[in-house]
């Protein structure tokens, strides 16, 4: 069969300057159909006229199967396209997947959905099981984490179990229609070495996707993919793992392949917890060596309330701790903070921004909680009567405010992160020994650019509004 699998065009941060990530779990999915001609599109490089491209496209290919991929923000722009490739090809069969599936499935299949088939779950396992049953080699019962119209009312099969990752081979990179994947003006892939996360934070949906797991692919394959993207002129790679830290022993045993294997002429860019980083006394000194050179560093907060609200202990110790080594290594510190929660008022809010101002945060990414499907945040926010917009998910991207707290109207919150953020952007302190001033001064002022955007758009309310046309 012919299998088109669509990545949607939002992303959810507004550094479209910065960088342009692609969709790896759907190159991942083609490595797994090779009987099949399947073709891989990341939308996110169609910035306009989305609809006209799509079905030129459509026309061309003319596929049996439309896989959709979207997370909870981008629905929106997933019916929209459901919509134009039902019109254009009214018999193709268009299944959906990805976390927005897998968390809300019983929501989405309650009434008439534009889709054939929706799949929960690890996708590299449900899919191929799928087009068995479609070319009738299994009955769609048998299918893992399908849902499916049976005698006129959808029905859920039974999760399948989780994958053993080991045996998953190097992702179809080159199904991929588009290119042009950059981080600044840098060739950009992605690369996963382990899969999960065994935290209980209240904030996170990993755990509704794959419970609290944390499987591990072995360094030797994750080099072997790191070759593969070196000799296609990749310039950096992001490490797209949930928790890659919750094994630093491990982490610091990759970054020394990475060296072993020469593979640092690359730059790495990663996401990591605090405690994860500091755990290992040699895992900063190996990253540097192996050319990692940002980490985002989930710190969360830095108030005892608003950790323990998160579960995540109290980590301020070495949230100083980490951002100090960090740099004292040359690393980029990108510190990710949440705010708008139950007891915040003003002071509590301006202290996380001058938190990132004191710990010296190269790039402080300060979100409003967002009360996503599947996480126990959204119970306990919308039990407390405290989401002022518990439907419009295109919003649920993190920097829109989507709850009150007991002391703030949203509006009062979105100002305060307004004016809050105008005061750390414009501060001689983010320019002083900043990572993006010291390496690039071109970068430095695409970062200053998306930052006067998240200004803007907080006084217009649209600081969100879609790059990409349909």
């Known amino acids: 069969m012919k299998i088109l699998l669509l990545a949607m065009p939002d992303a959810a941060n507004n550094f479209h300057r910065i960088i342009k990530v692609p969709n790896l779990g759907l190159c991942s999915i083609a490595a797994q159909l090779k009987l099949h001609e399947v073709k891989v599109v990341d939308l996110v ?6 609809q006209a491209w799509l079905q030129r496209f459509l026309h061309d290919f003319r596929p049996d199967v439309i896989g959709i991929s979207s997370m909870s923000f981008q629905y929106e722009s997933a019916l929209r396209v459901m919509s134009i490739c039902r019109t254009f090809l009214p018999h193709t ?12 499935y019983r929501e989405l299949t309650h009434d008439s959905p534009p889709f054939d088939f929706l799949l929960r779950g690890e996708g590299e396992q449900s899919f191929p099981a799928l087009l068995e049953a479609l070319d009738g080699q299994r009955t769609l019962f048998d299918v893992p984490g399908l849902s499916w119209r049976h005698n006129g009312a959808f029905i859920h099969n039974p999760a399948g179990p989780l994958l053993d990752v080991a045996r998953l081979p190097l ?5 991929r229609v588009l290119d042009g994947f950059t981080y600044f003006d840098r ?18 949906s990993i755990t509704g996707m794959y419970g609290t797991s944390f499987r591990c692919y072995g360094i030797e394959r994750v080099i072997a993919d790191l070759k593969e993207l070196q000799k296609r002129g990749i310039r950096t790679v992001l490490l797209v793992d949930d928790n890659i830290t919750l094994d630093s022993q491990r982490f610091t045993s990759l970054a020394r392949a990475i060296v072993e294997h ?7 860019l990663v996401q990591a917890s605090v405690a994860g980083i500091v755990a290992d006394p040699e895992l900063i000194p190996a990253l540097a060596r192996a050319n990692f050179a940002m980490v985002f560093l989930g710190i969360e907060s830095v108030l005892p309330q608003n950790l323990a609200l ?5 980590i301020r110790e070495k949230t100083e701790r980490a951002v100090r080594l960090l740099r004292q290594h040359g690393i980029g510190v990108m510190g990710g903070f949440i705010i708008g929660n139950p007891d915040d008022g003003p002071e509590e809010i301006r202290e996380v921004f001058r938190a990132s101002r004191r710990l010296g945060i190269d790039l402080p990414y300060v979100q409003c909680v967002t009360p996503y499907p599947g996480t126990r945040i959204r119970e306990e926010l919308l039990e407390a009567g405290l989401v002022t917009n518990p439907d419009r998910l295109s919003r649920y991207t993190g920097f829109m405010c989507n709850v009150r707290t007991k002391r703030l109207s949203v509006g009062q919150l979105n100002r ?6 105008l005061k750390v952007f414009f501060s001689p302190s983010m320019f002083i020994g900043n990572y993006f001033v010291r390496k690039r001064e071109k970068g430095a002022l695409k970062v200053l650019l998306n930052n006067l955007d998240l200004v803007r758009g907080f006084f217009t309310g649209d600081q969100f509004r879609s790059r990409h046309r349909f």
């Not at 069969?93 to 809300?104: D, I, K, R």
């Not at 892939?189 to 065994?198: F, K, L």
């Not at 305060?416 to 953020?421: A, P, R, S, Y």
């Open 262 to 268: 020469g593979l640092n002429s690359m730059e790495y």
């Open 416 to 421: 305060i992160m307004n004016w809050e953020n």
């Open 171 to 175: 992702p179809e990179r080159d199904a």
């Open 45 to 50: 490089l169609v910035h306009r006229n989305i």
């Open 310 to 314: 998160f579960q995540k202990g109290d």
């Open 187 to 204: 060739k950009l892939d992605c690369v996963e070495t382990s899969r999960g996360c065994t935290m209980t934070c209240t904030f996170c």
């Open 93 to 104: 069969t268009l299944v959906l997947g990805g976390y927005h599936a897998t968390l809300s």
